[in-house]
């Protein structure tokens, strides 16, 4: 398969944008014309231009699965401070600061997720195993029963991390604040987070923080579906669809530096019936 440019950098001098924030105070925030698997369409399309790119859908394969296969990356990290703004630029804290007892995704996508983890995940109650799971809440989608000496959850609601039966111990921490993550070098051997990196408005700082945190050859997992709370959500990905979000969180990946290059999964449970569920995943590099 030919090298795929940037889906969501080739449209960037089609912005246009959207001055609004809960405060009143006027904040850019960028929209994108084309959307998901239309976007890349288009680039199908073209004949010619500086965005030329061969890239070709593979009968039966998911175009989410597809758009991180040989990606010829920019030189440079893609997107602009304006594209990690949100709606809503109230302080996090505020907005979280009330507990939601509820799920995010829906029982399949949810079956979907803890399934996919059962097949990577370390052996149950293997010695010296410590997971993290980012941006946590009373749940964290891992197997039942799944137990590790260390499992630490990070979030932003102290009431939903006490109801968290997997973790051993949290932290609650806004990474929008402050993303350094308090653990020392080569601590964990997966980090998860669940439907939550599309509110990350750090996220090379964050990731770079993964990367240190790994052990070599650890794996990161990070999985999203197409809901979230819009008005938190950074605009890059509220303007753009499912194949653009797999190439915008691999980027974060590659550019974070230190990974392997990162992979994307499809693992929709009901495609068209129940809400989509992606993965992009990457492992620290054995020599980084």
């Excluded at 090298?3 to 994108?32: D, E, I, K, W």
């Excluded at 084309?34 to 394969?61: E, K």
Aim: include cysteine.
């Amino acid at each position: 398969m030919a090298s795929v440019a940037s889906p969501v950098s080739l449209f960037r001098s089609s912005a246009v944008f959207l001055a609004a924030s809960a405060t009143g105070r006027a904040t850019p925030r960028r929209f994108f014309l084309g959307l998901g698997a239309s976007f890349l369409d288009q680039l199908r399309g073209m004949a010619s231009g500086p965005f030329r790119t061969a890239f070709a859908r593979q009968q039966g394969v998911s175009p989410v699965e597809q758009v991180l296969m040989n990606v010829e990356w920019p030189e440079e990290f893609p997107f602009k401070e304006e594209d990690f703004n949100r709606f809503d630029e109230s302080p996090d804290s505020l907005f979280y600061s009330e507990p939601r007892f509820v799920t995010h995704i829906d029982d399949p996508a949810i079956s979907a997720i803890t399934k996919y983890y059962s097949k990577v995940f370390p052996p149950s109650n293997t010695p010296g195993v410590c997971l993290l799971d980012l941006c946590s809440s009373w749940v964290s989608h891992y197997p039942a029963g799944y137990k590790q000496e260390k499992i630490v959850g990070m979030g932003m609601n102290e009431d939903e991390l006490k109801r968290n039966p997997v973790l051993t111990e949290y932290i609650v921490q806004d990474l929008n604040l402050n993303p350094k993550l308090p653990f020392e070098d080569n601590a964990f051997d997966v980090i998860t987070n669940v439907v939550s990196v599309d509110y990350l408005t750090k996220p090379i700082d964050v990731f770079k923080e993964m990367q240190r945190i790994l052990r070599p050859g650890a794996l990161a997992i990070m999985s999203f579906s197409n809901r979230c709370f819009w008005t938190k959500a950074i605009s890059i990905w509220t303007s753009t669809g499912d194949v653009d979000h797999a190439w915008i969180v691999g980027s974060y990946f590659h550019y974070a530096g230190g990974f392997e290059p990162p992979l994307a999964v499809d693992i929709s449970p009901n495609p068209g019936l129940s809400d989509p569920m992606y993965i992009v995943y990457s492992r620290k590099k054995a020599n980084a």
